[in-house]
């Protein structure tokens, strides 16, 4: 499964995380990841897996605490309509 950003939703890096915008229901979502996260991995070329080993290897952080937390972050993006799900 891959994640792409819905359609009118942008994404861009601060210095703390990732700031999503809905555009249409003019909407922020603040994602305080530091350096964990950046706006390509939500550009439907990205699958959960691949997103989990890059952020391991460029952090001090375990496999399994990324996952754990990735996965509760991208259920919540899903909820929220600022990104949406494809099978590969």
């Known amino acids: ?3 792409r950003l819905a359609d009118n939703v942008q994404v861009r890096k601060e210095s703390w995380g990732l700031l999503f915008y809905a555009q249409i229901q003019h909407r922020l ?3 305080r990841s530091h350096d964990w996260l950046y706006p ?5 070329t ?7 080993k890059d952020v391991a ?8 605490l990324i996952e754990k937390n990735l996965q509760k972050l991208t259920d919540h993006l ?3 309509g600022m990104v949406v799900h494809e099978l590969c």
């Open 1 to 3: 499964m891959v994640f």
């Open 29 to 31: 979502f603040f994602v």
């Open 40 to 44: 390509h991995y939500f550009d439907g």
């Open 46 to 52: 990205w699958t959960f897996d691949h997103m989990v």
């Open 57 to 64: 290897s460029r952090t001090e952080n375990s496999a399994h």
């Open 78 to 80: 899903l909820k929220n």
